[in-house]
T-cell receptor, first 111, second 116 residues
Framework: NAGVTQTPKFQVLKTGQSMTLQCAQDMNHNSMYWYRQDPGMGLRLIYY???????DKGEVPNGYNVSRLNKREFSLRLESAAPSQTSVYFC??????????FGSGTRLTVV | AQSVSQHNHHVILSEAASLELGCNYS??????LFWYVQYPGQHLQLLLK??????LVKGIKGFEAEFIKSKFSFNLRKPSVQWSDTAEYFCAVNAPPSGNTGKLIFGQGTTLQVKP
């Protein structure tokens, strides 16, 4: 099925560990996004990539880095995980803001 | 800064009751507006969207929303809810300076619980 694929679906990290969340889309969308979802706070934008080769900070970028590897792939890296980064992470892609497709999410727990 | 506010955080209804969820946004220019639904344990799915034209927008599963520019609002409605509508609902806005970057600003979400 066409769409946005995220891996892994679940992850438990110890404080200080690093990891990379992977995201790939096969819809030829230019823009890709990483959001985190926390209870009562909706979805907050971490980083986004308006087009291949560009990345920009969103609302809550601290503690994260991203890489737009090519048009299809946009990864999110936690260099030194903290308990405050326990959250559900969603990747999304869009066609110039006219249509958005979300991945199924990654549930991350940092202990 | 742009913001989206959903007034109802938790709504409990009985089946067949009517639903209206409020959404207000802070940007005064041209906006694209969206409502998403997230069923338990699932990812976000688009219910409906408004870009221009008729301010009354019909979406999937019997949902509709009305864009009232003068009130900066985009409220979601459904005449008769079903138990299967139990989910979390998010209002979102894409507005300049987001432009073609397509950044969506989300509201806090409203949890709807429908009792059978």
């Amino acid at each position: 099925n066409a769409g946005v694929t995220q891996t892994p679906k679940f992850q438990v990290l110890k404080t200080g560990q690093s990891m990379t969340l992977q995201c790939a889309q096969d819809m030829n969308h230019n823009s890709m996004y990483w959001y985190r979802q926390d209870p009562g706070m909706g979805l907050r934008l971490i980083y986004y990539s308006a087009s291949e080769g560009t990345t920009d900070k969103g609302e809550v970028p601290n503690g994260y880095n991203v890489s737009r590897l090519n048009k299809r792939e946009f990864s999110l890296r936690l260099e030194s995980a903290a308990p405050s980064q326990t959250s559900v992470y969603f990747c999304a892609s869009s066609d110039q803001g006219l249509g958005y497709t979300f991945g199924s999410g990654t549930r991350l727990t940092v202990v | 800064a742009q913001s989206v506010s959903q007034h109802n955080h938790h709504v409990i209804l009985s089946e067949a009751a009517s639903l209206e969820l409020g959404c207000n946004y802070s940007y005064g220019g041209t906006v694209n507006l969206f409502w998403y639904v997230q069923y338990p344990g699932q990812h976000l799915q688009l219910l409906l969207k408004y870009f221009s034209g008729d301010p009354l927008v019909k979406g999937i599963k019997g949902f509709e929303a009305e864009f009232i520019k003068s009130k900066f609002s985009f409220n979601l409605r459904k005449p008769s809810v079903q138990w299967s509508d139990t989910a979390e609902y998010f209002c979102a806005v894409n507005a300049p300076p987001s432009g073609n970057t397509g950044k969506l600003i989300f509201g806090q979400g409203t949890t709807l619980q429908v009792k059978p």
